[in-house]
């Protein structure tokens, strides 16, 4: 299994958004993409996508822009791979016929990775990100002094 970039993209941008979630001001899609480095267009689509999962809202005007739509404790890393990736996508592949019996049993393997990445997802907020970046950096900061 690998992250796909859609993914990496949008946890960077939520991650920009948790920064700011107490001060409950919204963030244009340009100060995102600047400081995440994440070209503009692109991350307008995923902005689409997140906000259709219920994970940001919108706010319109010359103020406007994106926050979070709960609190960054509440938002598992699960509710973001299945708002851009889709849950359904793995289920489906269960549904098609099978060749052979070791493509079954390949993709009986491949469901329990599944299973078992998602269970790990599931165990990790946007929260849990800000914490562990911010302790990476505190030890970057340690490590030049």
């Keep these: 299994m690998e992250l796909s970039c859609k993914t990496e993209y949008a946890l960077l941008a939520l991650l920009e958004l948790a920064n ?28 689409a996508m997140l906000r259709r999962g219920g994970l940001v809202k919108s706010q319109r005007g010359a103020k406007g822009g994106y926050v979070l739509a709960r609190e960054p404790w509440k938002i598992t890393l699960l509710e973001v791979v299945d708002a851009l ?3 359904e996508s793995q289920d489906a592949k269960n549904d098609t016929p099978l060749k052979t019996v070791e493509i079954a049993v390949i993709g009986e393997i491949w469901q329990e990775a599944y299973r078992g990445a998602c269970d790990v997802w599931q165990g990790y907020t946007l929260q849990d990100l800000c914490h562990k970046r911010d302790a990476r950096r505190q030890l970057d900061i340690m490590y030049y002094i």
């Design 20 to 47: 700011y979630y107490n001060s409950a001001e919204p963030l244009q899609i340009r100060q995102i993409a600047a400081k995440q480095n994440i070209p503009d267009r692109y991350l307008e689509q995923l902005l």
């Design 85 to 87: 990736e889709g849950s």
